[in-house]
């Protein structure tokens, strides 16, 4: 007899539907499996079998040929268990065929016929939705965050046993309830807790506004990470679409626990990552840094220590948020809408100037390992100083907490919202050159600043458009209809003067 059961296959962060058919038929037993498995998937082969047993089910000795369908998309895996076990017991009129209409299952089977979670259960609930599949069974782990999908019904099944009671009639299956989480409700580290450094103060609400790329330069210990750590609290928490978007990256990582992850992600990785580990990759690619930071803060402490491949691979991400990757003559793309924070030192040594002994080659060469063409996607430098000793000591915190910020942050992006309503940009930050073209103009005496600067040189195509995106959130900050020329300066200020003092 043959059986077909859906599931689906994780391809990045998307689903792409499966289809699994047995046949079970007289012969000498075998269990042969094609389609395009990987070695996880072969080897379903052999917990499949002691799962059926051990769940008190008969698996037939006869032969029994699975094909994962269509069969040029690599399978990849233990996500196809489920489907191959209740396949097997479809095939051998254990279970009948019609209780799987309109049903996907996706689930890892241990040796005992007990279900175990899976990375992507949140992009194969999407993908039952967009199939028009009424129910979804999956492993109780998954249960939670597939549920977050409306209108799919969802199954979370603790073992293979109970999923052949439900689907026998004998057992009166039980909805998965959505974890919708929440919000952390310290808000994470605040601003409060950084004494002085007012300048720095202003860059991250800049760049919280309009979702711009920063970086920070000073010595160790002024305070760069610190501030990078509490970008995340001036963001305005996540719509339910992005906390979706944030969600479904991490699922496709493993690192979901279940649930909708309702805060700002922040990612901080260590400088021997690779360019696969921060772009995506792999022979079976999966998402990288920037992905798990999407719709959040990426965190490059120390900028010139990491490599300067996995550094130039960020370029696209930067300027289009998505990174693209092929494999097996197929391109996935991963989103990447993420705000690149960087931090680094003048020269190797990371000495205030007056105790510096670093000489020119030496600081020329360590400021070598950036390239030009990844400076110029940053939009914010800023220079971050030593702060007097009488400021660390004084018990009375400087400036306004994260919450008075956030409040101005999320005003400023709501002008932003209503003024790119239609088009793909949700912030300044993700305007390309003609929508910034279209959308931010400037009167001719205000202008002139930025003309100076394309004339000299100094200023690029690419940095004219990031100045013009960078002044129009100044604006907003304001709640100024039209950009001025106190905004052009400001702009220009954090891009030339940070550059200058950087190279100083």
């Not at 101005?408 to 088009?423: H, I, S």
Request: hydrophobic share 40%; charged share 25%.
């Amino acid at each position: 007899m043959l059986a077909s059961i859906s599931t689906f296959a994780l391809e990045g962060v998307r689903s792409h539907p499966v289809t699994v058919e047995v046949d079970v038929r007289r012969g000498l037993p075998a269990f042969t499996l094609v389609g395009l498995p990987d070695r996880a998937v072969r080897e379903s082969r052999e917990r499949v079998r002691a799962a059926v047993q051990n769940s008190g089910l008969e698996f037939p000795l006869m032969r029994i040929t699975v094909n994962l369908a269509p069969a040029h998309v690599r399978k990849a895996g233990p996500g196809f268990d489920l489907a191959i076990a209740v396949g097997v017991l479809v095939a051998s009129r254990q279970v009948r065929p019609e209780s799987l209409d309109s049903t996907a299952l996706c689930g890892e089977l241990s040796l005992s016929g007990e279900l175990r979670s899976v990375r992507g259960a949140l992009a194969a609930a999407l993908g039952a939705r967009d199939l028009a599949l009424g129910r979804l069974i999956v492993p109780p782990g998954n249960g939670g965050e597939a549920a977050l999908v409306a209108g799919v019904e969802v199954i979370g099944a603790r073992s293979l046993g109970e999923i052949a009671g439900v689907l026998r009639g004998e057992q009166m299956p039980v909805p998965a309830t959505p974890e919708t989480g929440d919000p952390d409700p310290r808000g994470g580290p605040d601003l409060l807790d950084v004494r002085g450094q007012e300048d720095a103060k202003r860059a991250l609400e800049i760049a919280a506004a309009g979702g711009h790329n920063l970086l920070m330069v000073g010595p160790p210990g002024v305070g760069k990470t610190m501030l990078a750590r509490r970008l995340p609290g001036l963001l305005p928490p996540p719509d339910l679409e992005e906390a979706l978007e944030i969600t479904q990256m991490h699922s496709a990582a493993g690192l979901a626990a279940g649930r909708l992850i309702r805060d700002r992600p922040f990612r901080a990785p260590h400088h021997t990552i690779s360019a696969q580990g921060l772009v995506g990759g792999g022979a079976v690619p999966r998402p990288g840094e920037i992905t798990l930071a999407h719709r959040g803060v990426l965190f490059l402490d120390e900028l010139p220590e990491f490599g300067r491949s996995a550094l130039d691979a960020l370029r696209q991400p930067l300027e289009e948020g998505r990174v693209e990757i092929m494999r097996g003559q197929r391109t996935l793309e991963f989103p990447a809408n993420a705000i690149l924070v960087a931090a680094c030192n003048r020269c190797p040594c990371g000495r205030p100037a007056d105790s510096c002994r670093c000489g020119a080659n030496e600081r020329d060469r360590y400021l070598r390992r950036l390239s030009g063409p990844l400076l110029d996607r940053l939009d914010l430098v800023c220079d971050v100083r030593p702060v007097p000793p009488v400021q660390l000591v004084d018990e009375e915190p400087s400036g306004p907490p994260s919450a008075i910020v956030r409040e101005r942050v999320a005003a400023a992006r709501e002008r932003q919202r209503a003024r790119l309503a239609g088009t793909p940009a949700r912030c300044n930050g993700d305007m390309d050159g003609r929508l910034t073209r279209l959308t931010v103009s400037l009167r001719p005496e205000v202008a002139t600043g930025l003309t100076r600067g394309r004339e000299s040189g100094a200023l690029s195509g690419r940095g004219h458009d990031r100045v013009l995106r960078v002044a129009r959130t100044i604006a907003d900050l304001a709640a100024r209809g039209d950009v001025a020329s106190e905004d052009v300066d400001e702009a220009l200020s954090y891009r030339f003067d940070g550059w200058e003092r950087m190279a100083a």
